[in-house]
T-cell receptor
Framework: GNSVTQMEGPVTLSEEAFLTINCTYTATGYPSLFWYVQYPGEGLQLLLKATKADDKGSNKGFEATYRKETTSFHLEKGSVQVSDSAVYFCASPSGNTPLVFGKGTRLSVIA | DGGITQSPKYLFRKEGQNVTLSCEQNLNHDAMYWYRQDPGQGLRLIYYSQIVNDFQKGDIAEGYSVSREKKESFPLTVTSAQKNPTAFYLC???????????FGPGTRLTVL
């Protein structure tokens, strides 16, 4: 089945820095791809998604492009803010499992 | 307001006791899910249900049980057979199995 691997954190950036969090998947087909964000003490919120190759998901200044050739869905933001500090999860369906998640990447943004 | 509610936010139980975690949604979603989150391990699927009176085991179902008697409700029971129950439990729902999942705020269970 499909599995999802994302870069391990923690990632610490200064405000207004550029963010990249890598995510790759192993499926041979065209699974949907998701990024979720979890703020401290809360559940997960959908950040963005893409359902087919070359799709670009975007929300709140974050973007990710579905790249079939590299089986990747890297999350990017051009200028992070302190309020972006959270844990970010990449996810995708896998066989009988509706969604499998990466282990999460903790982002800390300092002023 | 539509959404998913989980109660309570924090739950403490003694070892050997069963405990039931509540999950309710008013989004008219058919599918509901239970995940367990441990530090550094991401989310792992415990059980999911695609329709009332039907549910399937996820990757770590041992020591847990669920029921789905109503579309809006999907309670999770952590039994005494679960060897390491202390964790953060998240409930989610979606229109269908392939659709976007929406999450509740979670319940942190501590077994003393």
């Amino acid at each position: 089945g499909n599995s999802v691997t994302q870069m391990e954190g923690p990632v610490t950036l200064s405000e207004e820095a550029f963010l990249t969090i890598n995510c790759t998947y192993t499926a041979t087909g065209y699974p949907s791809l998701f990024w979720y964000v979890q703020y401290p003490g809360e559940g997960l919120q959908l950040l963005l998604k893409a359902t087919k190759a070359d799709d670009k998901g975007s929300n709140k200044g974050f973007e990710a492009t579905y790249r079939k050739e590299t089986t990747s869905f890297h999350l990017e933001k051009g200028s992070v803010q302190v309020s972006d500090s959270a844990v970010y999860f990449c996810a995708s369906p896998s066989g009988n499992t509706p969604l499998v998640f990466g282990k999460g990447t903790r982002l800390s943004v300092i002023a | 307001d539509g959404g998913i509610t989980q109660s309570p936010k924090y739950l403490f139980r003694k070892e050997g006791q069963n405990v039931t975690l509540s999950c309710e949604q008013n989004l008219n979603h058919d599918a509901m899910y239970w995940y367990r989150q441990d530090p550094g391990q991401g989310l792992r699927l415990i059980y999911y249900s695609q329709i009332v009176n039907d549910f399937q085991k996820g990757d770590i179902a041992e020591g847990y049980s669920v029921s789905r008697e109503k579309k809006e409700s999907f309670p999770l029971t952590v039994t005494s057979a679960q060897k390491n129950p202390t964790a953060f439990y998240l409930c989610a729902s979606s229109f269908g199995r392939a659709d976007t999942q929406y999450f509740g705020p979670g319940t942190r269970l501590t077994v003393l």
